[in-house]
């Protein structure tokens, strides 16, 4: 009876055993490739098809539910009758320099809440909030409200302050915003006689 010998592990030459280490790191490389994604597919968390993220109008909708808005003229009558409203700008900083309502106080919204409540203890203080449009108020209210403030309004945005030609404030003084004619060449009226002198 005739056996076959196989070169044992100790009688391969060295180009023979660097195929092998590869060919065995390739595995082992392969492996835990596969077993890594597969324990992470099952802890992150994969976006479900069936359920999408909010569209920037469902964001404006729940952000201004349940708030309290009030326009120009309340705000006006607000700011003559409550020598201690407390009116506060959530807007940027460089939006606030460029111009914000008189008497307001900046607070960044994300500060806000921090600092009312390291400053104003008086839960029944006067508060409205305002922004440009209403929306980063109405978040902040919505805050304020949940910290136990309890007369906190928003009102419904600078922009409609300034589309009403109603003044605004920055360092360099009173700001009032004006209505351009509306003007064009065929409409323009001419007066060629004007002083010159």
């Known amino acids: 009876m005739e056996f076959k010998t196989h070169k044992s592990v100790f009688n391969l030459n060295f180009k023979e ?3 092998i280490y590869f060919f065995m790191f390739t595995m082992l490389f392969a492996m835990e490739l596969c077993y890594s994604q ?3 597919s099952s802890t992150v968390n994969t976006p479900d098809t069936a359920q999408s993220l909010m569209t920037i109008q469902q964001l404006i909708k729940d952000a201004r539910e349940g708030v309290d808005f009030i326009g120009n003229d309340e705000l006006i009558q607000r700011i003559n009758a409550n020598p201690k409203l407390v009116l506060i700008d959530v807007r940027g900083k460089d939006e606030y320099d460029a111009g914000h ?3 307001a ?12 409540a390291r400053t104003l ?12 449009k209403g929306n980063r108020s109405a978040l902040v209210v919505k805050t304020l ?5 309890k007369n906190v309004k928003s009102h419904i945005g600078l922009e409609y302050w300034i589309d009403a030609g109603l003044s605004i404030y920055n360092f360099l003084g009173e700001i009032k915003s004006i209505k351009l004619r509306e003007l064009n060449a065929a409409t323009n009226p001419v007066d060629f006689y004007l002083d010159k002198k």
């Open 17 to 19: 055993m660097k195929k």
């Open 101 to 103: 309502l008189k008497g």
């Open 105 to 116: 106080t900046w607070l960044d919204r994300g500060v806000v809440e921090f600092t009312l």
């Open 38 to 40: 597969n324990n992470q």
């Open 145 to 149: 409200k949940r910290m136990g403030y």
């Open 121 to 132: 203890r008086d839960p029944n203080a006067e508060i409205i909030v305002y922004c440009l």
